[in-house]
């Protein structure tokens, strides 16, 4: 059974969701904060994860070199924080 949080479930009538903010191919950084994850977008960020996919409650990341992906559960995200120039 998959339970989802009440606040993601109205996505109103824009199809926005908390985990719009991401993008296939997208270079963050990931901070991990009280056991849960802070996600940084940033605009000229080179090195970093890779997003590799967007689902509707959880987010695939790949790590720099490559070697070892990484699937986050929305409920284990703190923020996603993007950065304006």
Known sequence: MLV???SFQDQGK????F????EKGQVIALKEVAGRYEIRVLKDLVVGHT????????VVIEDVGG??????????????????P
């Open 4 to 6: 989802v949080p009440a």
């Open 14 to 17: 824009s199809g926005k969701t």
């Open 19 to 22: 985990l719009s903010a991401l």
């Open 51 to 58: 997003v590799v996919v967007v689902g509707l409650d959880y």
């Open 67 to 84: 070697i070892a992906e990484t699937r986050i559960p929305v409920y284990s995200i703190k923020a996603i924080v993007r950065m304006m």
